[in-house]
């Protein structure tokens, strides 16, 4: 795929059917022009089509094309999946290069993979993208050798279509490979994990992209992930440990956002990044609450966590951002989501609540010293109840106890811990 300077000019085009959203479709069209800009291309104009079917020829319809074209681009962008035929139709009657939502998105993963796993996923991602387009790519060269016989069902096998099936192999057999080199990545990363697993527990951060996961990450682990206010600015995994106060250490990791249409075949591809959220034992759920689209973004949060598989793991719901957003929101959202944390990732609110709310989603049964007096019966009884007791002698008026609680309870007792 080729690099993409920022000279480059744009218009964007969707089609809102007739029975479909048209404010879901102009949050969208926003999305995509956000998307374009991180792919380094200027958007000069949008359009959105209102029609009661797409064109099978060129999408938007010629007509509409025509008429968007009133000044010179480089490039059109489609907010809509394009088949490879549609885009080389639009190629050919106008002379301008035409690609899809999921082409501006495969572009910005080419060109900010840094390490050598998340290169090998884009690399998948790209030729999963590529193999079911390659027959259209070619048919035009039939066409042009044949005439329309060839569209006519004539038993002939054109030039295209061989170059096609070679072609159909090499991707394939690149496929193969890389989807062997990245099978020993997860194998390794799973490895680590039974290790890590053995010694402490597992958050992910998840959310949509540009949610604020890196800011939080840094902020709670003194790391130093990139962030940035672009969508995708983290393409890659990241752990740390994350001291929850008293020696009770987790682990945290950081890893790629979600978006709305995300395609099938990314997400398959980004399976080793993933993985890290496929196995936590606790998931931090973060949105942005600034943004107006913010209950779409946690349903399309939702809908990525099933298609991994991870819509079983325990998650917590973050609201970050808060110092965005006037007072009315955040008592709206508090009543609304029970049980969700409001932070402001940059200024650091509320932090302190949430690592406390972290723990005791964890709720890991730890060990804990108690020393109490004798007489403090009650508390004696509930260390009983609550915690199984490892050790226990008495000294000088005094119980003292080796016990393994969970952090829920050991609250109850926090002026006995020694
Ligand atoms: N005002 C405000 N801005 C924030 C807050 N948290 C993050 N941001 C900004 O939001 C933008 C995105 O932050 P990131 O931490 O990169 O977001 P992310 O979820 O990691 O994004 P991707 O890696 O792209 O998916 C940056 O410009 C941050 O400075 C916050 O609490 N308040
Ligand atoms: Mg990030």
């Keep these: 795929m080729e690099e ?19 404010a879901a479709k102009n949050a969208s069209m926003e999305e995509l022009e956000r998307l374009v800009d991180t792919a380094g291309i200027t958007t000069s104009g949008k359009y959105i089509q209102r029609k009661n079917r797409k064109s099978a020829r060129t999408y938007a319809g010629e007509g509409f094309i025509e008429k968007c074209l009133k000044e010179e681009v480089d490039i059109l962008i489609f907010d809509n999946d394009l088949t490879g035929s549609q885009a080389r139709n639009i190629e050919r009657l106008f002379s301008v290069e035409a690609i899809d939502r999921t082409e501006v998105i495969l572009r910005i993963f080419h060109n900010r993979a840094r390490t050598k796993e998340a290169k090998l996923q884009v690399r998948l991602a790209e030729l999963r993208y590529e193999l079911p387009r390659l027959k259209s790519m070619w048919t035009h060269l039939d066409r042009e050798r044949f005439g329309s016989r060839v569209g006519a069902g004539v038993a002939v096998r054109g030039m295209g279509e061989k170059q096609s099936e070679k072609d159909r192999q090499k991707l394939q057999r690149e496929i193969y490979v890389i989807e062997k080199r990245l099978g020993k990545i997860i194998k390794r990363i799973d490895t680590q994990k039974k290790r890590r697993k053995r010694n402490c527990r597992n958050i992910g951060l998840v959310g949509y992209t540009n949610a604020g996961k890196s800011t939080l990450f840094n902020r709670l682990t003194d790391a130093r992930v990139l962030v940035e206010d672009k969508l995708f600015a983290t393409l890659d995994s990241t752990t740390r440990s994350l001291d929850l106060g008293k ?172």
């Design 4 to 22: 993409h300077n920022e000279k480059m000019k744009a218009l964007l085009i969707g089609v809102c059917l007739l029975d479909e959203d048209i």
């Design 247 to 418: 020696g009770r250490d987790v682990v945290i990791s950081d890893t790629v956002g979600f978006i709305s249409n995300l395609p099938h075949h990314l997400i398959a591809s980004f399976r080793a990044t993933l993985r890290e959220a496929e196995e936590a034992d606790l998931l931090l759920n973060i949105t942005d609450i600034s943004d107006d689209d913010f209950e779409k973004h946690i349903n399309d949060v939702e809908n990525v966590l099933e298609k991994i598989g991870a819509d079983g793991i325990p998650q917590l719901l973050l609201f970050n951002k808060t110092d965005l957003v006037s007072g009315s929101v955040v008592e709206r959202v508090k009543k609304d989501y029970p049980g969700a944390q409001l932070i402001s990732a940059k200024n650091g609110e509320n932090l302190e609540e949430l690592l406390y709310q972290i723990d005791k989603s964890l709720n890991v049964p730890r060990k804990y010293r108690l020393s109490v007096p004798q007489t403090h019966q009650k508390a004696i009884n509930y260390t009983h109840n609550w915690g199984r007791i490892l050790e226990k002698e008495y000294e000088d008026g005094f119980v003292k106890m080796t016990v393994e609680m969970g952090s829920e309870e050991i609250r109850n007792l926090e002026d006995y811990v020694v």
